[in-house]
């Protein structure tokens, strides 16, 4: 084709450079919640993510989609899923950094260390560390049946990434999964039907066979998985390994892979079990105390990839406009343009401080204050981290005008934050339940409500917008029971939280401009709809990703 014109007015896309070093609010809330972290590992990974290679690496997993075969050539059973070797090349970025189960073999800051590094990988690819995530999730709820969590609990943490189908014995590192929802019934997992059913006993423990299904089922290709199921006494927590310790294939059949509106590079499967061993973990009828343990910090991480997914998402926006004019000046220094980029960012970096605070309360260990953090931030964090992913992707979108919407090279990274934005809010607790699990914390009584009160004390006289706000949560927690009021209410904790961190590890236009839109509503329900007043230049040039 004849070249008719020059292409100008085109953006340089946003590659070849430190996705860590870049993000001085992720920088800051390290600093304020591990103080003293050595972050050379996070600026290394920052590096090789913003690399163009990673980015080819992350589209071509996405494009180059996961294919289930369930039988060989002549018709045996094999049950496997192939993947891309990208896709294996991200997971072993993943495990060789750490961010699925190092944070069990110990260390100071070892979750937010983690954290950050896991809301870094998903700018670039988000899909992978779904098995990442539960790998990482599982350690403590293992701990319910001491002889496999003594031999597993090595691989869990190694960095090896070994993904052939093969015995665990034979691996140097593993993956696991977990399976709650059937068909049924996800959110309210006292539904589940697969029985469970007494088999003996040996060097695991209780065993059992298990007949029934899972609806989804994500990562099949994990070596071993938690699963609910109804045993005599009531819904139980098991472990499932697909290979048995005798070295036979377990019988879990992988009927399809979902077809899902984003996620591609990760394999969600629906499942059933034909009479697969598996080994009671914890107390029989305790499996949904058991298996939250693990849902608790997939919670966290999905609060933390809404994190990075918006960071990423802020980032391209930024690239994007800064580069692009319109009407005979950058986009960027349009001011109507200025304030969508500035409540862009101020909800960006609300979310980081928000998401790696909720990480420090999984260092906290045994102290009390950091148990009941963990308690009431986790679904607070889950419930509205997430819940503003999914406007906030739209409008970071639509700042790429129609590049954003297209899906190719590295903008088209905005279209896919885009698909998978949602699903944060939807696995692991939809947003609904987060806040009816919010209810039950706060049903803990004063001790709760005195942490969160602690927890908003150093910001206290620091704004009348805060203090006006802060103090109104006291009287709505003591009430907290009609659920109708629920989401108001995690929505009003998060935004009372959020700025109390901004408070500590932000600079003051951020902690300003946050107050008097999120806490004193001069603001509008569409980003963009700052008050004029506010330091746009200050809280732009913060975010800017170079
Ligand atoms: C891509 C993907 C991968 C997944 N992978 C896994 C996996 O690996 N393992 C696994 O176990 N599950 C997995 N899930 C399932 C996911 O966790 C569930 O879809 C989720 O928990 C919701 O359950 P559900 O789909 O049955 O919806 P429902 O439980 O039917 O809920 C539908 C809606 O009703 C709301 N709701 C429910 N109860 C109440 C109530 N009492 N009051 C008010 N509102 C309520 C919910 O918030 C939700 O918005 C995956 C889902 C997706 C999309």
Redesign the pocket.
Known sequence: MDATHEVFNQPAALTNYNVFATNRPLRDALRFNAPGLDTAELERLGQTLGSSEMQQHSRLANVHTPQLHTHDRVGRRVDVVEFHPSYHALMALATGTGLHGTPWAGGAHAHVRRAAGFTLFTEMEPSTL?PIS?TYAVTPALQGNPAIAAEWGPRLTSRAYDPRFVPAAQKGGVTM??????KQ????VRANTTQATRDGRDAWGERYRLVGH??????PMCDAFLVLAQAPSGLSCFFLPRWLPDGTVNALRIQRL?D?LG?KA?A?SEVEFHGAHAWLVGEEGRGVPQILEMGTLTRLDCALGTTGLMRQALAQALNHTSQRSAFGKPLIDQPLMRNVLADLALESEAATALSLRLARAFDGGSDEREALMRRLLTPVAKFWVCKRGSHFAQEAMECLGGNGYVEEGGEGMLARIYREIP?NS????????MA?DLLRALRKGGAMADALDAELAPARGAHTAFDRFAASLPARIDEASA?TDARRLAQDVALAVQAALLRQHAPEPVFDAFCRSRLAGDWGHAFGTLPSGVDFDSIIARAMPH
């Open positions: 779904c539960m999964g977990m399976g709650m929802t059937e019934g996800g959110s309210d899972k609806w989804f089922f994500s990562a979902k899902k996620n990760n969600s699903l939807i696995w692991e607790g939809a947003g609904n339940i009816l659920e």
